[in-house]
């Protein structure tokens, strides 16, 4: 396929599959992957999010689009929302979709009709915003030596930006999970933070060593 894989969302049957030149579908039904279907797309994207038969995709300079995926053979566009900006990762809430825009922050898009989504939310942090994981009513933002970004969404129409984590290293990646967080971190490995508390703090890291 042309173009190198960026992000890939899984079903029980199919790997959705983002390319610079478009969306990769592969049939995992066998232990031999096959191409389903091959979309090509005008605009790169660097996220998707698959949920309920729906493909929510953030290509530049388009801001969200969403395919309907039931044929995973034959996916078809059902609604998009133009919008200038960057691209990255894309998470989805109930009714919300959060897109790292790489040259403002986050941005959030109303998906409760998919066939018209709306971009109702906005929280500035500044380019380069890599990953993100949602956790209830916390979005958490992994910037490129930026640290981590923990943003209020109780109301998404009106995000707020809660904290800002220093963490050494180029945070690339945010996992939540019970009371912890795991960052990747570039060469300084994976680095490990407790929320348990009134603040969040670094309890454990697990560097590369790459003279080993």
Do not use: W
Request: proline letters at 8%; glycine letters at 10%.
């Amino acid at each position: 396929y042309p173009g190198a894989l960026t992000d890939a969302a899984l079903t029980d049957t199919h790997a959705f599959c983002i390319t610079y030149s478009g969306l990769l579908v592969l049939d995992i039904t066998t232990a031999t992957p096959t191409v389903a279907c091959f979309l090509p797309m005008p605009d790169d994207a660097e996220g998707i999010a698959v949920r309920d038969d729906l493909a929510y995709l953030a290509p530049e300079d388009v801001g969200l689009r969403i395919l309907d995926i039931s044929d995973p053979a034959a996916p078809q566009e059902v609604g998009t929302c133009p919008l200038p900006g960057g691209h990255g990762d894309v998470v989805l809430g109930p009714h919300h979709a959060y897109v790292a825009d790489s040259y403002l922050g986050v941005r959030v898009f109303d998906i409760s009709d998919p066939t018209a989504p709306a971009a109702v939310g906005l929280v500035t942090i500044g380019p380069r915003i890599l990953d993100l994981e949602l956790d209830g009513q916390t979005l958490y933002a992994a910037g490129d030596g930026l640290g981590l970004h923990v943003i209020d969404v109780s109301d998404p129409t009106h995000p707020v930006h809660a904290d800002m984590i220093d963490v050494l290293g180029n945070i690339c990646g945010v996992k939540a999970r019970d009371d912890y967080l795991y960052l990747a971190a570039g060469r300084r490995g994976l680095r490990i933070l407790s929320r348990a508390g009134e603040e969040i703090v670094e309890v454990g890291d697990a560097p590369l060593d790459f003279d080993a």
